[in-house]
């Protein structure tokens, strides 16, 4: 999951940093610190700049044009369409004890909820430039939307999976338990 990193990348993009620089700072896995850069910069998040043969990171503090929105909407929902195919793929996600879920199983539940992290991080990131009044109250709300409408799609599939309880009941409390938390810190002016 790549998501554990960004709140180190983010402290770290201030300025411009190397990759090299970010994945040495933040430790732990460097592909998963790869990925997570580029997955902020997908998201909006990371500006990214081409210095002779190294990629450079700086965290973004604008608002995400609607180019850029639609352009991330767009990766979402492909991922989305490839969890929506394994969720087809896979006859149930739980072990036959009815209590532990099967690797694969597990494996797909940590991508939905990574996917849903992200999609929260986005709403968030709307709410917080729409409380200092930096993006349009419309523009926001259409923005919000559209990521509750994606992450509702995705949470339907998953629960629908299979029509068992037990089952159900152990997908919400994988979410509950494993839903990201994010605040943003108060501004004094």
């Given at each position: 999951m790549t998501t554990i990193y960004d709140d180190k990348i983010f402290n770290l993009t201030t300025n411009w940093r190397a990759t090299n620089e970010i994945v040495k700072k933040v430790g732990g896995d460097k592909s998963a610190i790869i990925q997570a850069l580029k997955r902020l910069a997908e998201m909006d998040y990371l500006e990214t700049k081409p210095n002779t043969n190294k990629i450079l990171y700086k965290k973004k503090d604008t608002i995400q044009s609607e180019f850029n929105f639609l352009q991330m909407m767009t990766v979402f929902e492909a991922n989305q369409k490839m969890e929506l195919n394994i969720i087809k793929q896979i006859p149930t996600i739980m072990m036959d004890d009815g209590v532990r879920f099967r690797k694969k199983g597990l494996?797909?539940?940590?991508?939905?909820?990574?996917?849903?992290?992200?999609?929260?991080?986005?709403?968030?990131?709307?709410?917080?430039?729409?409380?200092?009044?930096?993006?349009?109250?419309?523009?926001?709300?259409?923005?919000?939307?559209?990521?509750?409408?994606?992450?509702?799609?995705?949470?339907?599939?998953?629960?629908?999976?299979?029509?068992?309880?037990?089952?159900?009941?152990?997908?919400?409390?994988?979410?509950?338990?494993?839903?990201?938390?994010?605040?943003f810190k108060t501004i004094k002016t």
């Open positions: 494996e797909l539940l940590e991508h939905i909820q990574e996917e849903v992290n992200r999609a929260y991080m986005v709403i968030i990131r709307l709410e917080h430039q729409q409380k200092l009044e930096i993006i349009p109250y419309k523009i926001a709300k259409e923005r919000k939307e559209k990521l509750e409408r994606y992450i509702e799609k995705i949470m339907t599939a998953i629960l629908n999976q299979s029509q068992e309880t037990k089952t159900k009941t152990a997908i919400q409390e994988y979410f509950q338990n494993h839903t990201m938390k994010l605040k």
